[in-house]
């Protein structure tokens, strides 16, 4: 039998100001949001041009907006609705954690439509954008979950050297799903989809890289779940599969119709 690693005792807060803490999970929020944000300037330039950067900048706020109301509301319907219904002030209790990509991916999705056709931008064109640097932002969350010591993976075999104890998790060794989760989510789906969006004719037909993006998404996270243990208030679901798994069946059968239906935009006049 392998020796077993030791989760390391990371706080998962940054620093404290008086009252005021700043934690990694935060952080990685913020970063995510402004490494996004400086790539998509340069993205929306590249031929066909689809947005200003100072249109870029506006939407900043507006993704800010969507990606933390709709990741909390997402939590709260998916995940906890029971509990949250009968205390609905800890709605507003995001400090506890609890945020959901797909409620996230809501949010901005509502954000995007709003603010594209308020500013006559062509909708599936700036989200081809959003898509190539979306990887970004989840890749960190990813290793924000790891530092805070959740979302753990299932109890690992005794020969995997990479085994580790977390403090909640017991003392069974477990497979650290949030590293798994960061490459596959975060590295390995922003790499292919910058590598993607190299390609012209593919930038040309718009919806075409949106819908990349959900099918990468949908199988990194269907294959990253089979390592991460289900939430104790879930546990599996329909056939064995974590809401999770099933949350990302719409994903990916929308990401396969946006790529189905993309066609190249007309050169311009």
Do not use: K
């Amino acid at each position: 039998m392998l020796p077993i690693l030791t989760f390391p005792a990371f706080d998962p807060v940054i620093v404290r100001f008086g009252p005021l803490a700043i934690r990694w999970y935060a952080l990685a929020y913020i970063l995510g949001l402004v490494l996004g944000w400086r790539l998509m300037r340069r993205l929306v330039q590249q031929a066909p041009v689809v947005a200003t950067t100072l249109q870029v900048d506006d939407f900043l706020t507006w993704a800010t907006l969507g990606v933390v109301l709709g990741g909390r509301l997402g939590y709260v319907l998916f995940y906890q609705p029971l509990h949250y219904l009968a205390d609905p002030a800890a709605i507003f209790a995001v400090w506890q954690g609890g945020m959901s990509f797909h409620g996230g991916t809501i949010g901005v999705t509502i954000a995007l439509i709003c603010y594209t056709w308020r500013n006559g931008i062509d909708l599936l064109g700036f989200a081809d954008r959003i898509a190539v640097v979306a990887p970004i932002g989840l890749g960190l969350g990813r290793i924000a979950n790891f530092i805070n010591g959740e979302l753990w993976g299932r109890p690992a075999p005794d020969w995997l050297p990479w085994a580790m104890v977390f403090p909640t998790g017991g003392p069974i060794p477990r497979h650290p799903s949030e590293i798994y989760e960061a490459l596959l989510e975060g590295l390995l789906l922003f790499l292919a989809m910058l590598a993607l969006s190299r390609r012209p004719g593919l930038r040309a037909r718009f919806g075409w890289l949106t819908g990349a993006f959900l099918v990468g998404y949908a199988i990194a996270r269907i294959i990253g779940e089979f390592f991460r243990e289900p939430d104790a208030f879930l546990g599996f679901l329909w056939a064995g599969a974590t809401m999770g798994q099933l949350l990302c069946i719409p994903m990916l059968l929308a990401g396969l119709w946006l790529m189905g239906r993309s066609r190249a935009q007309p050169a311009p006049a």
